[in-house]
């Protein structure tokens, strides 16, 4: 313990130590008369130092200020970030409420997005440090990934060296640094077969050939649809009525027979709607004739 030269605790502190304690004071307050980060001399009894010495000598005393303390402490770190919490509007005016307000995920940061918009349009220049150690990154042969998000190979490795709106604002200003940023750009693509293959681990003969059936059958269609209309392709060709490789020419047909049926059992989406009927009283395009030429044409 480091020497000090207060005077020790008397029986007199000790108890203005309990009623501190006893009014929700913390010892931050009652040793540094630390409040709200500023210094008020009038709260302080005595050095922690001193007040530990007190509790060593006496156990009653200590048993009755730790428990006081365990209290207030849990009370303080309630109390923690409430400045923060009940903000209702950012420094600069904006209320933090409704679609102003972005609560990010991990951390409940409370943020404004129209000071996030403000700055991303209008960035403080970077700072020669923030220049420097980007050249160095690209010089290293790393990606802008590297310099805005501190990631490499889709992992992070470090904190970002500056936001994406600053680098864009450096790139405008200095042609050279714009030109390093080019060079940079990562020379090969992924291949998305890869990609397929990584996420799902394993891929079977049988889930290879229901995917190429499958994609054959476009993916604007509504997702019930599309899955009755895959599935009475391969009821089709398993009843032999289809051959595998002239799926491609009849998926329209597929599409046509399952909104016929839908509308002929009144179960469509819209009800019952015929598809020879005409869509405008003034023409004789069909609803039919809508499906086929917005997906194929
Ligand atoms: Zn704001």
Redesign the pocket.
């Known amino acids: 313990m480091r020497p000090t030269h207060s005077k020790p605790i008397d029986a007199d502190k000790a108890q203005r130590f309990l009623s501190g304690l006893r009014e929700g004071k913390t010892l931050h307050v009652l040793c540094s008369g630390k409040v709200n980060g500023k210094r008020v001399s009038s709260e302080i009894i005595a050095t922690h130092i001193r007040f530990r010495e007190y509790c060593a000598e006496h156990p009653d005393f200590a048993r009755q200020a730790n428990a006081l303390l365990a209290e207030n402490m849990k009370a303080a770190n309630a109390r923690r970030g409430e400045f923060k919490r009940s903000q209702t509007h950012?420094k600069?005016g904006?209320p933090l409420s409704g679609d102003n307000l972005l609560i990010e995920g991990r951390t409940k940061f409370r943020r404004?997005r129209?000071?996030m918009a403000r700055r991303a349009a209008a960035p403080r220049p970077p700072s020669e440090d923030q220049i420097q150690r980007a050249t160095a990154v690209l010089n290293a042969g790393q990606t802008i990934s590297r310099i805005c998000w501190g990631v490499i190979n889709g992992k992070k490795v470090a904190d970002r060296i500056m936001s994406h709106p600053k680098l864009t604002l450096l790139r405008q200003r200095d042609p050279e640094f714009d030109r390093l940023v080019s060079l940079s750009r990562p020379r090969v693509r992924r291949q998305p077969t890869k990609i397929l293959l990584r996420r799902n681990n394993i891929i079977t003969p049988e889930m290879a050939e229901y995917n190429q059936i499958a994609n054959l059958v476009p993916y604007q269609l509504p997702r019930d649809v599309r899955d009755d209309v895959i599935q009475s392709i391969f009821l089709a060709i398993i009843e032999g009525s289809l051959q595998r490789d002239q799926v491609h020419a009849h998926v329209r047909q597929f599409i046509r027979d399952h909104y016929r049926e839908a509308n002929r059992l009144g179960v469509g989406k819209y009800g019952l709607v015929s598809l020879d009927a005409p869509i405008f009283a003034d023409g004789n395009m069909t609803r039919g004739d809508t499906i086929v030429r917005g997906l194929w044409d």
Request: with cysteine; proline share 0%.
């Open positions: 950012c600069f904006h404004c129209v000071c």
